[in-house]
């Protein structure tokens, strides 16, 4: 039992001890204020001004540039605004439409598309047909006022409708 007060009461010591020492042996003290020194070329240091200079005046940056550019920039937005100009999305938009009119109605899509303008696209990539073939199926098949019977595209029992 007097080992271990004695190892406590040496332990507190030096604990004690080391938080002394330790707040003030381990600081560096400089007797004079070390100053820094960075060596660049003037082309550097003034590229480095003027874009502190501009950070620090941004809207007057802005103005200035807005007033500079404003007729390409008025242009630029006349002629962009109006219809799509991109030529791909708007191929992709009339094949999505007319995907969906060949789907709810293939009367409407053979009349309107194929036989009216030659664009048989849909039913052209479905049935794996050429564009002779598709005319001919629409016109005997979906457009045909008879009763009769009609020669169907292979793939049309294959595949669900379009």
């Known amino acids: 039992m007097a080992f271990t007060g004695k190892f406590s009461s040496a332990l507190i010591a ?3 001890a080391m938080m002394l020492t330790s707040s003030t042996s381990f600081l560096i003290r400089s007797p004079a204020p070390i100053a820094t ?4 070329e003037d082309w550097v240091a003034d590229l ?5 200079y501009r950070q620090g005046h941004m ?21 962009d605004f109006g219809p799509i100009s991109d030529p791909d999305e708007t191929d992709f938009r009339m094949y999505a439409k007319d995907k969906k009119m060949a789907e709810n109605d293939p ?5 309107d ?3 009216a303008t030659g664009n048989c696209d849909i039913f052209e990539d ?3 047909l050429g564009p002779e073939e598709v005319i001919k199926f629409c016109t005997e098949c979906v457009l045909s006022e008879e009763e009769g019977e009609c020669d169907l595209p292979p793939g049309f029992y294959d595949k669900p409708r379009p």
């Open 14 to 16: 030096l604990v004690s």
């Open 37 to 40: 020194r960075l060596y660049l």
């Open 48 to 52: 480095i001004d003027k874009e502190l």
């Open 59 to 79: 809207k007057e940056f802005e103005a200035e540039w807005m007033e500079k550019n404003r007729a390409a920039v008025f242009h630029k937005i006349e002629t």
């Open 107 to 111: 009367q409407r899509y053979c009349a």
């Open 113 to 115: 598309r194929c036989v």
């Open 126 to 128: 479905f049935y794996e």
